[in-house]
């Protein structure tokens, strides 16, 4: 089920809404919410949810073992079994075909079907299963962790919330004195990130789609053509993922839930350290706290840091997708923040604008990466990019030109929708009509045959 849905949003929605605001109690509340998101998890694909359900109850049965005997290998099995689980669905035949690619050791294999979110939610349970190792989490009752795990805003690509952010709320009334003004800011929030994600990413998403699928069928690009569509992308990439997460806290706030903020308008960063601090931001402290930092981090000699750097970003990349396209671009990423720590070292700082520049142009480079898993075309395109030809412009329309400018810009200068809702709007009309006009049109609009999926349900 699609957020950006009809049946989502007029009917899954608000039959939960008002069934988690009309029972007595909290435990009937908490359990209201884990069956909804497994009603929400299955409508995908039904197959989904046995494993879902499984990795939720063995997660759940190691934590409690290991509270009652206090071993250690209790919990490297729990992360043991996670990693199995989203190595078999996710990297299974990657794997097998490095194998018969370096050793010619054929293992046959049918074609394996990505469960929804599983990079998500299993990631989640990695955390606690460390953090209860390190003495940081304690035992949380069975309904707690499900919903913990489950919770349907986030279920499915994030943000990656950690058990100390959230669980202590599912405890909470919510009906308290600020009850109204959380659901007002969460409507908010959730119509701008439908209305970023129909109007914006999706749109993006058909003008990028032409270019790259050009070049699958052996066209050709001129220099602006690839820049074109290489922007495309980016702006594509950024206003799909970042409409998820307000989409997503925005409903974590109509339940009385503060979900933790996933992107704080990267674009803008003059520095790959940066960037990294603004993008999918409860993805970037998990590689930092649960691989970064335990090898070495930067507080122990440049040689570990140069190792921690290429094995979390590489780690990164591979974790986005199982292909050789996404392990170069996080190979990249760590490449250019060992460079920038290098940098930083001579004390040099360059202008803030030409900062900038630099950054921006090798994250947009690094999306080509991301979109075109075939190295050959990639390279291609990136070539194009940098070597200026004479071939005509393809489909450069002066009013998409004019939209992807204007975007850009939004995009950089412009406030995030968090912010949006959260400070700069106004309990009063002057609010409520265009957010119900905003809201209203994304409805028809997503009626019309424009379910588009989000970008990271695939990773």
């Known amino acids: 089920m699609l957020f950006n849905s009809q049946i989502f949003i007029l009917v899954f929605l608000p039959i939960t809404i008002f069934t988690y605001y009309l029972l007595p109690s909290q435990i009937l509340r908490i359990r209201c919410l884990i069956i909804s998101s497994f009603v929400f998890y299955a409508y995908w694909d039904i197959r989904f949810l046995p494993l879902l359900i499984l990795s939720i109850c063995s997660n759940w049965t190691i934590s409690i073992v290991f509270c009652a005997l206090k071993k250690n290998w209790i919990i490297y099995i729990g992360i043991a079994l996670n990693l199995l689980s989203i190595g078999v669905f996710k990297y299974y035949g990657f794997f097998t075909d490095i194998l018969l690619e370096f050793t010619q050791i054929k293992i046959s294999h049918s074609e394996i079907i990505l469960p929804l979110g599983i990079s998500f939610f299993t990631f989640q349970q990695i955390s606690y299963l460390v953090d209860l190792k390190r003495n940081q989490a304690g035992k949380y009752k069975f309904e707690e962790f499900a919903l913990f795990i489950t919770f349907f805003p986030q279920l499915i690509a994030g943000p990656i919330v950690r058990h100390n952010e959230i669980i202590n ?27 970023k994600k129909v109007f914006l990413a999706d749109e993006f998403g058909i003008i990028n789609d032409e270019g790259f699928q050009s070049m699958f069928h052996g066209g050709e690009l001129s220099t602006a053509s690839a820049w074109y569509f290489a922007l495309s992308y980016t702006l594509q990439l950024y206003f799909d993922f970042s409409a998820y997460s307000d989409m997503a806290i925005g409903l974590g706030a109509i339940f009385g839930f503060q979900l933790p903020m996933n992107f704080n308008s990267p674009y803008k960063s003059s520095n790959l350290q940066e960037f990294w601090r603004r993008w999918h931001l409860t993805l970037s402290r998990f590689f930092r706290d649960y691989l970064y930092i335990p090898l070495g981090g930067s507080k122990n000699g440049y040689i570990k840091y140069v190792i921690a750097a290429l094995i979390t970003m590489t780690l990164c990349g591979l974790w986005h997708g199982a292909g050789w396209s996404f392990v170069l671009w996080g190979f990249l990423h760590g490449c250019g923040l060992i460079i920038y720590h290098l940098w930083q070292k001579t004390g040099f700082k360059l202008p803030t604008l030409v900062a900038w520049l630099i950054t921006f142009i090798f994250v947009v480079c690094g999306w080509v990466l991301f979109k ?6 990639a390279f291609d395109i990136l070539n194009k990019m940098f070597v200026i030809n004479t071939l005509p412009i393809l489909r450069l329309y002066d009013q998409n030109l004019m939209i992807l400018i204007i975007a850009l810009i939004i995009s950089i200068f412009g406030p995030t929708n968090y912010q949006l809702a959260y400070e700069k709007a106004k309990n009063n009309n002057l609010t409520l009509y265009p957010i119900s006009f905003l809201l209203f049109v994304s409805i028809l609009w997503v009626g019309g045959e424009r379910e588009i999926e989000f970008i990271y349900f695939q990773f």
């Open 372 to 377: 075109v898993e075939d190295l050959n075309i």
């Open 169 to 195: 709320q599912f405890s909470k009334n919510p009906f308290s004195q600020d009850m109204h003004e959380k659901i007002s800011r969460g409507i908010i929030l959730f119509t701008l990130g439908l209305g």
